[in-house]
């Protein structure tokens, strides 16, 4: 009886996956919660069985593309969308890939460039990853994966070097085809949005509720990255980039050996991971304080999320010494890391104070001792929401972050 309900439960799941393959279901339509939340949310339901739960870690599917597309105007959500960038060969090509079972959004979308393409001496082990980690203020199923789709769109084609500023600028216009082994991009639960994404607990699945209260998110995003690591094995070598809340959690990774980030006595263990070489923190959260007093309005929207006001201050990048960094991240000194600070000064939702305060924790001390960091600042042009949704500037912060890898690994 159990093999025949599960061959029910695999056979709907299938059916399911071709409805609403891939991105198609958690497709980014809009902006993030902060932007005031005023476009028409175009809800699909996962059909399954009630009693089942989301494919095992095991499966993965196509992602065939549905929306997605790039973000068009001044950061107005009520602005109409273009079609997916991307072609129709990498839209076939993106799989989706769950890391655990108990929610549907425990997911990443993996995209696995040609492996003959260029360079073909190079071996994959020599190569690099790209993994993406999206922001929406942990709550806003408008900004999933699929958010990445217009960077990758960019990245995976050669760009058309301008040569008024080739000599200046190179690293932001190199091929980067020859250096990168894969692109993924995760998922993670989300918590409540009952303004504008009410759900009913009583008919949605369990899978499919947006739930999640901090450390869940974090525990997600680690849960995925260990996934990676141990299907593709490439250990330390990426690049984590994360925008919003994603940078957030992208920092807070590289402590999650030693730190719990809550209070909760009930809190999962955090899964371990190899930190990355580089993070790239675009357009991020550092210091939720902060940001609250140049924002009150944010106050509610991180306790949505953060419960325990202790939490706030543990789930702040900002709140960890440049010891407890070179601790976990740095391997206690043995290895050299980069940290990339990338930011608009018209972003409009998230302020350079931001920037400034995580950039002070890395400063060399009173006495001028080196560190095993090195720490970039990059100033981008745009609002918040159209770094990812147009593309065009998250693309060329990841081909500075590539270059500092290349840097770093002597290549």
Known sequence: MKKIIRYMQDQALQASEQKHSGSAYLSSRATEPQQGELHHR?????HLSRSGHPSSASHSFPAQVSGGGAYQGNGDPRERRTPSPLSDKIQREIS????AQDSILQSYEL???DQESFHPSRTQDSKFWIVYVHGGYFRDDSVTAASFHPALSILTKAPKLHLQYLMKNIEEQENIIPYVAGYASINYRLSPRPTKSPQDTLTTPAYELRNAAWPDHIH???????????????GQRYLLVGHSVGATMALLSTLASGKTF???ADSELLPKIEPPMAVLGVSGIYDFAR??????VYTEVTENAIHDPKDVALASPTSYSLADYGETWAQRGTQKRVLILAHSRDDGMVDWKQVEAMEAVFAPNAQGAQTNFAVQVVEMKGQHNNIWGQGTELARVIRVGLGALRRLDGL
């Open 42 to 46: 175009e809800h699909t339901s996962y």
């Open 291 to 296: 940001l609250h007093h140049s924002f009150p």
């Open 111 to 113: 995209y696995l460039p």
């Open 220 to 234: 997600d995003v680690l849960a995925a990255i260990a996934h990676l690591q141990r299907k593709h094995g490439f």
């Open 96 to 99: 989706r890939h769950q890391y």
């Open 262 to 264: 809550t209070t909760r």
